[in-house]
C-alpha cells in the first residue's frame, strides 16, 4: 500500500545539536514537503521539493535545510537546534499533474522537543 | 495571499446530532477547497475535495462540505455524529496548481459527548 513514512516518531534533541528527520514515500509521487505544525496553528511550510537532487525555500525556511537525495526521500535537517524549534513535523507528498499536486498525503509526523 | 479561517477552535457535539464546522477563505478567483482530519497521534487525511464543479462534495464517513462563492466558505458537514469522528479537522485553499501554495487553517478540535 502506498504510504509515507517518517522516522524518527519522535525525538529530543539538545540546544545546539544537529537533527535529522527523514521521510520515505512509495506514492511514487513527484513532489515533497515539509511542514511544521505548532499547536493551536495550522501547518506552516518549510522546504518542499519537485524532483531529487533539487529543494525550494517555504514560507519559514530559517534553520532548516532539506535533502532529497531520490525521488522517495526527502530529509528535514536541523544544524543547530534550538527550543524554538519544539514542534511535530510533518512530510508530505502529491502528484505533479495540475489540479492534483494540491491534494497531499501525509505521513504520521515526528514529534520533535528540543532541551 | 490566499488565507483560512476556521473560527471555531473547539467544537463539542453529542454523539448522534448533527455537525457543521466552518471555513471562510480568501481568495481572488476560484479556488480548490479541501478538508482535511487529523485523529490523534496521525498525520492529516484528505477527508474531501472540492474541485470547481458541483458545490456540494461529499467525502468518506458520511461528510460533505458545500462550496459558496459569495459567502466564501467551505462549511463542513454530517449528519449524525459517531464518537470515532472526535479528531482535529483542517480546511485548506489552494489555487490550484503549485502543491506549495496550500494554505491550511488553524484547525478545529471535535469534541464528541456521549
Known amino acids: 500500500e502506498a504510504a509515507v513514512t517518517q522516522s524518527p516518531r519522535s525525538k529530543v534533541a539538545v540546544t545546539g545539536g544537529k537533527v535529522t528527520l527523514s521521510c520515505h514515500q512509495t506514492?511514487?509521487?513527484?513532489?515533497m514537503y515539509w511542514y511544521r505544525q505548532d499547536t493551536g496553528h495550522g501547518l506552516r511550510l518549510i522546504h518542499y521539493?519537485?524532483?531529487?537532487?533539487?529543494?525550494e525555500k517555504g514560507d519559514i525556511p530559517d534553520g532548516y535545510k532539506a535533502s532529497r537525495p531520490s525521488q522517495e526521500n526527502f530529509s528535514l535537517i536541523l544544524e543547530l537546534a534550538s527550543l524554538s524549534q519544539t514542534a511535530v513535523y510533518f512530510c508530505?507528498?502529491?502528484?505533479?499533474?495540475?489540479?492534483?499536486?494540491?491534494?497531499?498525503?501525509f505521513g504520521p509526523g515526528t514529534r520533535l522537543t528540543v532541551l | 495571499a490566499q488565507s483560512v479561517t476556521q473560527p471555531d477552535a473547539r467544537v463539542t457535539v453529542s454523539e448522534g446530532a448533527s455537525l457543521q464546522l466552518r471555513c471562510k477563505y480568501s481568495y481572488f478567483g476560484t479556488p480548490y477547497l479541501f478538508w482535511y482530519v487529523q485523529y490523534p497521534r496521525q498525520g492529516l487525511q484528505l477527508l474531501l475535495k472540492?474541485?470547481?464543479?458541483?458545490?456540494v462534495v461529499q467525502g468518506v464517513n458520511g461528510f460533505e462540505a458545500e462550496f459558496s462563492k459569495s459567502n466564501s466558505s467551505f462549511h463542513l458537514r454530517k449528519a449524525s455524529v459517531h464518537w470515532s469522528d472526535w479528531a482535529v479537522y483542517f480546511c485548506?485553499?489552494?489555487?490550484?496548481?503549485?502543491?506549495?501554495?496550500?494554505?491550511f487553517g488553524s484547525g478545529t478540535r471535535l469534541l464528541v459527548s456521549p
Open positions: 521539493s519537485y524532483v531529487a537532487d533539487s529543494t
Open positions: 508530505a507528498s502529491s502528484d505533479a499533474i495540475a489540479g492534483r499536486d494540491a491534494e497531499q498525503f
Open positions: 472540492y474541485y470547481p464543479g458541483d458545490p
Open positions: 506514492n511514487n509521487h513527484d513532489y
Open positions: 485548506a485553499v489552494s489555487p490550484g496548481t503549485g502543491g506549495y501554495k496550500v494554505v
